[in-house]
């Protein structure tokens, strides 16, 4: 498959965060479309400024790219990583485990949490823009990260190596990202994330970096904002935040 050819693979057994690996590799000017993945991190990061404890086992994967498009695509990009990753999980799941997205793009099987997802943006000196899309997957541990419950895909009952769901992985990304790229898939990406999402239509509380809302989780809209109809009736855009269901 033609797309598969974009990208290129650094394998490496520890670094302190294939995200921080993967920029560094674009400030020393590797091109676009690099994946790093490594067996440990010794300093995993996660969203909202936490850390992401990192034992081997698990995936620790991160997918480098340079100017990827314009800005106003760039917010549905974590859509199209959370689809993706969804997909690796539930192609390494027994019949019958589910593995849904709960946004923005945390991946829950069972309702528990056993996928983490951190889009890092920096500006190059070369007046570049490189965008860092860094996916952790619970393969075989399932550390505790204190905010949610947490599962594994060996937990419950996969069978896969971290190698081959990132095999999965690698393949889901270039195909969600060559829709991406043609643009008009946007509706199509949109689509395929509220079709794997979990809470959709339930009650949710969204914890703000100021503070928290509580109402029905209406909808994404194509910027990836979830659309919440707060407890006046009134339609609320939210781009930040953590969601508890009910
Ligand atoms: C979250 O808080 O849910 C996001 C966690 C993202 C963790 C992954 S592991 C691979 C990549 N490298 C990092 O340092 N973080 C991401």
Avoid: C
């Avoid at 650094?10 to 921080?20: D, G, K, Q």
């Avoid at 889009?119 to 570049?128: A, I, K, T, V």
């Avoid at 395929?192 to 979990?198: L, T, V």
Wanted: proline letters at 4%; zero cysteines; glycine letters at 14%.
């Amino acid at each position: 498959m033609a797309e598969l050819d974009r990208f290129r693979h650094h394998a490496f057994e520890e670094v302190s965060s294939t995200n921080a690996t993967a920029l560094a590799a674009a400030r020393d000017g590797e091109g676009g479309g690099l994946w790093i993945t490594a067996r440990r991190q010794t300093a995993g990061r996660g969203r909202r400024g936490r850390s992401w404890s990192s034992a081997e086992g698990n995936l620790y994967s991160s997918l480098m790219l340079i100017d990827p498009g314009p800005i106003a695509l760039l917010h549905s990009l974590p859509l199209v990583a959370a689809v993706a990753a969804q997909q690796a999980v539930a192609a390494a799941l027994p019949y019958g485990v589910e593995a849904r997205v709960k946004w923005p793009n945390d991946i829950l099987i069972e309702g528990r949490k056993a996928v983490g997802i951190l889009l890092e943006s920096e500006g190059l000196p070369d007046g570049r823009r490189a965008v860092v899309i860094g996916i952790g997957i619970n393969v075989a541990e399932a550390p505790d990260h204190g905010l949610y419950p947490i599962t594994s895909i060996r937990e419950m009952g996969g069978t896969l190596s971290a190698d081959e769901v990132f095999a999965h992985l690698f393949r889901a990304m270039a195909e969600g990202l060559a829709l991406w790229d043609e643009g008009r898939g946007l509706a199509g990406i949109v689509a395929a994330w509220r079709q794997r999402a979990a809470g959709i239509g339930g009650r949710i509380t969204v914890n703000l970096p100021n503070g928290s809302l509580s109402g029905v989780f209406e909808d994404i809209d194509e910027a990836g904002q979830l659309i919440l109809r707060d407890e006046g009736g009134q339609r609320r855009l939210i781009s930040v935040g953590d969601v508890f269901f009910g």
